[in-house]
């Protein structure tokens, strides 16, 4: 689900996020993009941070915070400067993990 609770009252908010533990815990998996980072840290069990496509950070368990979300969503320094493809910058350290499970 793209942004399921843009434009809609706290109540009605308060029913999608129910409508959507209720999906999860009968066996439905569950996908939800929002750039609200607080519903993120309350609602998921784990966050993929994307910059042009490509997933650089895979936040779960003690680091699923929204603080660890804002960080990882304004990171510059997994690009290389002046980089057409936007690559992570790997050979600086830096870790960016690709999430491929099925």
């Known amino acids: 689900m793209h942004e399921p609770t843009q434009g809609v009252d706290v109540g009605a908010k308060a029913d999608v996020f129910e409508r959507l533990k209720e999906a999860a815990e009968a066996g439905s998996a569950v996908l939800y993009c929002s750039a609200e980072y607080e519903d993120l840290a309350q609602m998921c069990d784990r966050v993929l941070v994307f910059q042009a496509g490509r997933v650089v950070a895979t ?16 990171r510059e320094d997994l690009y290389r400067d002046g980089a057409s493809d936007r690559s992570p910058n790997l050979d600086a350290g830096d870790d960016a993990t690709i999430d491929l499970t099925t």
């Open 59 to 74: 936040l779960s368990g003690s680091e699923l915070t929204e603080d660890r979300i804002v960080e990882q969503c304004y």
